[in-house]
């Protein structure tokens, strides 16, 4: 990965403090610079993401950018982009994009990504994987030395059917690790008891937590998606093409 620019944030004189949604939309505001008319986009899910698809639909109603095609990569922002009047579609019918921008939960030195703290992992792999640019957008504070480095959750999505059976044979495979697997759970509670967050697609999500570095990610991910009951993980390896981060000292871009 090549560092292509580092400019001091234009947005605000040095000395006002940003805070870290004011840096998430700094990000996401030059990542839609990429954007030109006519592109079909994979339009991200959550914070950062957010300030994109809302800037998207700005420069569309003033006209300045035309003929954009949207495809969501979840419900609440295929919702968003409709209240915006983004014209939208899937990758059934546009199944190469030009360009997705998308935010993270963390990016390692090499774009390594983890995704899916907000529960979007599948949709976001299937429709950036279809991009020929994803643009990752980050505040400073997704960047980690490794991947796991934030000791944050690294989300796998997986069938509910056995879900237990599934998440104990993850926890397994990276014993080695101190690794503790946890079904995400949602905010409604029945009878007082925790419910299952459900994602898009209907399946369950299994958090890893692990106490030390995981090693080759390669080789985690293929163990992994081996496993029969797992739908897919929240690694995306080597797919971001360039990352845009916002910090208080500026805007850095680094590209593939
Ligand atoms: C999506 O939103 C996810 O892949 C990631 O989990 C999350 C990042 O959230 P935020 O932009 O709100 O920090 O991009």
């Given at each position: 990965?090549?560092?292509?620019?580092?400019?001091?944030?234009?947005?605000?004189?040095?000395?006002?403090?940003?805070?870290?949604?004011?840096?998430?939309?700094?990000?996401?505001?030059?990542?839609?610079?990429?954007?030109?008319?006519?592109?079909?986009?994979?339009?991200?899910?959550?914070?950062?993401?957010?300030?994109?698809v809302?800037?998207?639909?700005?420069?569309l109603?003033?006209?300045?950018?035309?003929?954009?095609?949207?495809?969501?990569?979840?419900?609440?922002t295929?919702?968003?982009?409709?209240?915006?009047?983004?014209?939208?579609?899937?990758?059934?019918?546009?199944?190469?994009?030009?360009?997705?921008?998308d935010?993270?939960?963390?990016?390692?030195?090499?774009?390594?990504?983890?995704?899916?703290?907000g529960?979007?992992?599948?949709?976001?792999?299937?429709?950036?994987?279809?991009?020929?640019?994803?643009?990752?957008?980050?505040?400073?504070?997704?960047?980690?030395?490794?991947?796991?480095?934030?000791?944050?959750?690294?989300?796998?999505?997986?069938?509910?059917?056995?879900?237990?059976?599934?998440a104990?044979?993850?926890?397994?495979?990276?014993?080695?690790?101190?690794?503790?697997?946890?079904?995400?759970?949602?905010?409604?509670?029945?009878?007082?008891?925790?419910?299952?967050?459900?994602?898009d697609?209907?399946?369950?999500?299994?958090?890893?937590?692990?106490?030390?570095?995981?090693?080759?990610?390669?080789?985690?991910?293929?163990?992994?998606?081996?496993?029969?009951?797992?739908?897919?993980?929240?690694?995306?390896?080597?797919?971001?093409?360039?990352?845009?981060?916002?910090?208080?000292?500026?805007?850095?871009?680094?590209?593939?």
């Open positions: 990965a090549e560092k292509m620019e580092t400019s001091l944030a234009s947005l605000s004189p040095p000395s006002v403090i940003l805070t870290q949604d004011e840096l998430k939309k700094i990000a996401a505001y030059k990542a839609v610079e990429f954007v030109e008319s006519g592109m079909v986009l994979g339009l991200g899910t959550g914070s950062t993401a957010c300030h994109a809302d800037r998207i639909g700005e420069l109603r003033q006209g300045k950018l035309k003929n954009v095609i949207g495809v969501p990569t979840s419900k609440k295929h919702e968003q982009a409709l209240s915006l009047g983004i014209p939208l579609s899937d990758l059934d019918s546009h199944p190469v994009l030009d360009l997705a921008i935010g993270a939960d963390e990016v390692d030195t090499e774009m390594n990504l983890v995704k899916g703290r529960g979007s992992l599948l949709r976001e792999k299937m429709v950036e994987g279809a991009c020929k640019k994803f643009v990752v957008i980050v505040d400073e504070s997704k960047l980690v030395p490794y991947i796991g480095g934030s000791g944050l959750a690294m989300p796998v999505e997986v069938v509910p059917f056995c879900w237990k059976f599934t104990k044979r993850l926890k397994d495979l990276f014993e080695d690790c101190g690794c503790v697997a946890k079904l995400r759970t949602c905010c409604e509670k029945i009878n007082k008891k925790e419910q299952p967050f459900v994602t697609n209907g399946n369950y999500i299994v958090d890893l937590y692990f106490k030390k570095d995981i090693g080759d990610l390669k080789i985690a991910s293929d163990s992994i998606l081996r496993l029969a009951g797992v739908v897919e993980h929240g690694m995306f390896l080597d797919m971001a093409t360039t990352v845009i981060v916002a910090g208080e000292l500026g805007v850095t871009i680094k590209n593939k």
